[in-house]
């Protein structure tokens, strides 16, 4: 069974940084995208960042320059290293790899 379990989130003030890692031991890691979207209440999940599997990568205008996704293809893991983070950053973020989706991470961003 495919499972991708992400970590990383928590509470932070603004300008704060975290980093959200997304366990993807379970799928074919190497040849596969990986994505990041965050959802909030009432709202469709939109998307924050995404990596190919040859290390393209795009930003949603809001995070660019911010935040940057990465990936280790040996510990098949990949990465949302979010920096300056603001209070609309506020949001649970989903670790996704068609069409596959993670339980969701909690972020929270204070004033």
């Known amino acids: 069974q495919v499972q991708l379990v992400e970590s990383g989130g928590g509470l932070v003030q603004s300008g704060g940084s975290l980093r959200l890692s997304c366990d993807a031991h379970t799928i074919r890691f190497a040849i596969s995208a990986i994505s990041w979207y965050r959802q909030t209440p009432g709202n469709q999940r939109e998307l924050v960042a995404l990596?190919?599997?040859?290390?393209?990568?795009t930003y949603a205008d809001s995070v660019k320059g911010r935040f940057t996704i990465s990936r280790d293809n040996v510990k098949k893991v990949a990465y949302l290293q979010m920096n300056n983070l603001k209070v609309d950053d506020t949001a649970v973020y989903y670790c996704?790899?068609?069409?596959?989706w993670g339980q969701g991470t909690q972020v929270t961003v204070s004033s």
């Open positions: 990596i190919s599997y040859d290390d393209f990568t």
């Open positions: 996704h790899s068609s069409p596959y």
